[in-house]
């Protein structure tokens, strides 16, 4: 079946507003958050309107029928990343959280060694710093090369008998790198430690499957994957979620309490402490089924061609320069680039002027930043309702920027 951008475009009615009276909007800002469509935004509302109440303790109709609609949710998000035991799937409040959930988690102390990379996301970064301050390891990373890729020659260097958790990001917000998950797992896993993914990038793009990746954990966020705000996702291998002690202590995540102590429910409830993102699980649970009705590998096919022509286009652009992968292989639709002699905040107000909404700033990337000496730069990133027509006007809005900078 033909991957219908149009028709796809009329379920997100944000795509048909003006940003002021005749400058339609043109939405390349999909890395910072995606726009949601109506299934999503009427499953929030029907939620609300009919079955608002709290879950899991009460037995009355609406308890029931919310209770079903948020675990409902868990088993959705389960098939999406064919986790084997919905029970793995834990809903947290977006990736931060659970990659500080398992920052503050997972077994190790002084001697003991994290590594992340150059590329994370500051999510996927300053909790493992902070760790390491907690509990006396140390930091170590993997470098970059000049293209914008992983220095593989880093792994030997830097992975060691020492190492207790490998952290890095799936799919890079600024650089779009799609790195291989595979190659640096494997090397993880010749030492014996555990091995995080930030797939917050990659999950909403080209779909993932946890028992493909052989990997511990996994974080990715709602808001992304044209869900809501508020609800992220850490999926962990059932037996080591198990053997890990909480995280937020309170309500549902305990077994018995008593004065002297308590002890913990089983999973997912002993990392679901209070009450959780209900109506946000539900609006996850409606994006995951709006995005398995259009189909990941067609989503992945389609930003993959709008990726090349965007690459291509942005070419003609005097004095652009790309940070990250020049071409489309092993890489995603995030594309972040500098103009010559024009800082990214002019060039993101200008082209607002004209209707495209783009990123500006070091993207909660400053390390990657700072490698490719750039302090910040802009950023366009395409979704599954993205066009060729979008990446025109953000090519025809940049050279209004130019023209801006040269009269």
Sequence with gaps: MTYD???????????????????????????????????????????????????????????????????????????????????EVIFTKNSSEALNLLAHTLPFGPGDEIVVTEMEHHSNLVPWQLACARTGATLRWVGLTDEGRLNLADLDRV?????????????????????????????????????????SQSVPHMGIDVQALDVDAVAFTGHKMCGPTGIGVLWGRFDLLDELPPFLGGGEMIDEVTMAGSTWAQLPHKYEAGTPPIAEAVGLGA????????????????????????????QDVEGLRIIGPTTADDRGGAISFALAGIHPHDVGQLLDEVGVAVRVGHHCARPACLRYGVPATTRASVHLYSSRTDIDALVEGLTHVRAFFSS
């Design 159 to 199: 992975i060691t008998a020492r190492t207790k958790v490998v952290a890095f990001v799936h799919q890079s917000n600024l650089l779009g790198t799609v790195n291989p998950v595979d190659v640096v797992a494997a090397k993880a896993r010749s030492v014996g430690a555990y091995v995080v993914l930030d797939a």
């Design 287 to 314: 994006a995951v089924d709006y995005l398995t009705e259009l189909g990941m590998p067609a989503i992945r096919a389609h930003e993959h061609d709008l990726t090349v022509y965007a690459l291509e286009r942005l």
């Design 5 to 87: 951008v149009a028709r796809i475009r009329k379920d997100f009615p944000i795509l048909d507003r003006e940003v002021r009276p005749g400058v339609p909007l043109v939405y390349l800002d999909n890395a910072a958050t995606s726009q949601k469509p109506h299934a999503v935004l009427d499953a929030m509302r029907d939620y609300y309107e009919q079955s608002n109440a709290n879950v899991h303790r009460g037995i009355h109709t609406l308890a029931e029928e919310a209770t079903a609609l948020y675990e409902g949710a868990r088993d959705k998000v389960a098939r999406f990343i064919n986790a084997p035991d919905p029970r």
